[in-house]
């Protein structure tokens, strides 16, 4: 390879003399028209120097990626709508009997709606429940915290309870004594 890279300024001299050499027979009179020809040995400074781009790998690694995932999700699903409609029959108005009462699901015509209301998205039935429910443990905690004040405030006014965070404190040194040995040794008497 450097042998041919060396070759190369020298090849572009040859180059620009030989059409003036066809051109031309080779006397002196025409090697005089010509002129001097000057042929350089060494392409090693200058203007032809490589200039420095971002590299375009990792921007086409991810265009890549991103155009795959993109066809690995269209493709298929594309593929089931297409089936669906082509397949599928739609859903049609048609009498029950009286001891039959219909589910939330069969009230879509399009096959697909129906799929996603059937197995995806929650019946009304339990979201109604489940909002209801909610509803009621709201509703318990206002009560309990309405009859926490109504109890503080009886306390308040009377004064003649003592508080809910009252412990009995021992009034017989004996009994101190026991407290202080159970609570050093973790044991009973």
Same mark, same amino acid.
Request: proline share 8%.
């Given at each position: 390879m450097v042998v041919f890279s060396s070759l190369r300024p020298s090849t572009r001299? +040859?180059?620009?003399?030989?059409? =003036?050499?066809?051109?031309? %027979?080779?006397?002196?009179?025409? =090697?005089?028209?010509?002129? %001097?020809?000057?042929l350089a040995t060494r392409g090693g400074g200058g203007g032809n120097a490589m200039k420095l781009k971002p590299g375009m790998y990792m921007d086409r690694l991810w265009r890549d990626g991103v155009h795959f995932? =993109?066809? +690995?999700?269209t493709i298929p699903v594309l593929t089931v709508i297409t089936l669906a409609n082509l397949v599928l029959p739609q859903g049609e108005l048609t009498d029950l009997p009286?001891? /039959?009462?219909?589910?939330?699901?069969?009230?879509?015509?399009?096959?697909?709606t129906r799929f996603i209301?059937?197995?995806?998205? /929650?019946?009304?039935?339990?979201?109604?429940?489940?909002?209801?429910?909610?509803?009621?443990?709201?509703?318990?905690?206002?009560?309990?915290r309405k009859l926490d004040a109504q109890v503080k405030r009886v306390?308040?006014? /009377?004064?003649?309870?003592r508080g809910?965070?009252?412990?009995?404190g021992a009034t017989d040194s004996r009994q101190i004594s026991q407290d202080d040995y159970k609570e050093s040794k973790g044991t009973a008497w």
């Open positions: 001299g +040859l180059m620009a003399v030989m059409p =003036i050499l066809r051109r031309s %027979p080779q006397t002196p009179s025409a =090697i005089k028209q010509a002129g %001097p020809v000057v995932f =993109i066809l +690995l999700g009286e001891d /039959r009462v219909p589910q939330t699901w069969e009230y879509h015509q399009h096959p697909i209301a059937k197995h995806i998205v /929650r019946s009304p039935e339990k979201l109604y429940e489940t909002n209801m429910a909610l509803v009621h443990i709201e509703e318990e905690k206002r009560r309990l306390m308040l006014n /009377r004064q003649d309870i809910w965070y009252f412990f009995q």
